[in-house]
């Protein structure tokens, strides 16, 4: 359900699946499959990543071969995505969008929320924090640290339980639910799951 380029009103569908546990990078050697020969180790560590982040992106917005209006009238197909005007002469609403297209979507757009995440996560100092960021950055847009500036001042200096109130809330002891927390409270779960990984990661550095 990806809410980029609408505020945080689009596509405003209740989300029934429990949160999955927060997903990190992983730091075991990848096991080689059968018959490989001389793959890169590091290669076949980064294709598995980024599949856990796309499995979890398609398990949170679906994939819809027909174009719909989504609750702010705006055209939507596949996995999340918002149609482009191009895209919605060729894909009017109730239109089958072949899958190799709607494939071709979704690589794109998951790169485009996994670099920013990148980008974020080494501001913030946490790459294990990359694939909650990309699931924020896949359903607002990379702009989302302009929707929730304090949440992300706090996330870069490590008061994650302030970051997580700005999150949750309209304002830190606000005690109003964020726009966000009223129309996907899962996607919200999510990333409040992760951060709290990220702060029980630090302090067992820290100890």
């Given at each position: ?19 999955v ?112 960021l ?7 847009g ?11 001042e ?18 830190e002891?606000?005690?109003?639910l ?11 779960k ?9 702060a029980?990661?630090?302090q067992?550095?820290?100890?």
């Open positions: 359900m990806n809410l980029q380029n609408q505020g945080l009103l689009g596509q405003a569908q209740p989300l029934v699946q429990p949160p546990q927060p997903m990190q990078a992983s730091v075991q050697s990848p096991v080689q499959a059968p018959g490989l020969l001389k793959q890169d180790p590091n290669e076949e560590m980064r294709q598995t990543f980024r599949k856990k982040i796309q499995d979890h992106l398609v398990l949170r917005e679906g994939n819809k071969e027909k174009s719909y209006l989504d609750s702010l009238g705006k055209l939507t197909a596949g996995i999340g995505h918002l149609l482009s005007p191009e895209e919605a002469k060729l894909y009017t609403e109730g239109t089958v969008v072949p899958e190799e297209t709607r494939n071709n979507w979704f690589e794109a757009d998951s790169a485009k929320a996994t670099k920013a995440a990148y980008d974020q996560a080494q501001e913030i100092q946490a790459l294990s924090l990359i694939p909650a990309t699931s924020v950055n896949f359903q607002l990379t702009a989302w640290t302009e929707k929730f500036p304090t949440a992300y706090h996330l870069k200096n490590g008061n994650y339980e302030s970051a997580i109130q700005e999150i949750e809330n309209t304002s002891g606000s005690g109003k964020s726009d966000w927390n009223k129309q996907t409270p899962v996607r919200v999510d990333f409040v799951a992760s951060i709290r990984e990220l029980k990661l630090k067992r550095v820290n100890q």
